[in-house]
């Protein structure tokens, strides 16, 4: 028997891909949007840009952005009880608009 792959996008075709109304790329709005140290944001992936994209773990959770490196920012976010830092640019970030 061959082992099998646990590559990095293992087991999320669902959460890693688009609807067929909403292929393409992304409204302008969404990569415009300046982003502050002390916004709360809601990492939401999207799939058209690969290379950026945090892990899928992360989909969905809201962080605090801490800064900025070049174009990308800089996202402190909690996995249970621990502190992770993700570099990720704006594609696949979104504001948090709940309290």
Known sequence: MVKRTHGYRYKSRKLLSKAPRERG???LSRLLYEYKPGDKVVIDIDPTFISTAPHRRYQGK???????RGRAYVIETYIGDKKKI?????????PHLGG
């Open 86 to 94: 993700i570099i990720t640019t704006p594609e696949h970030l979104r």
């Open 25 to 27: 790329m992304s409204g």
């Open 62 to 68: 809201v962080g605090v952005v801490i800064g900025t």
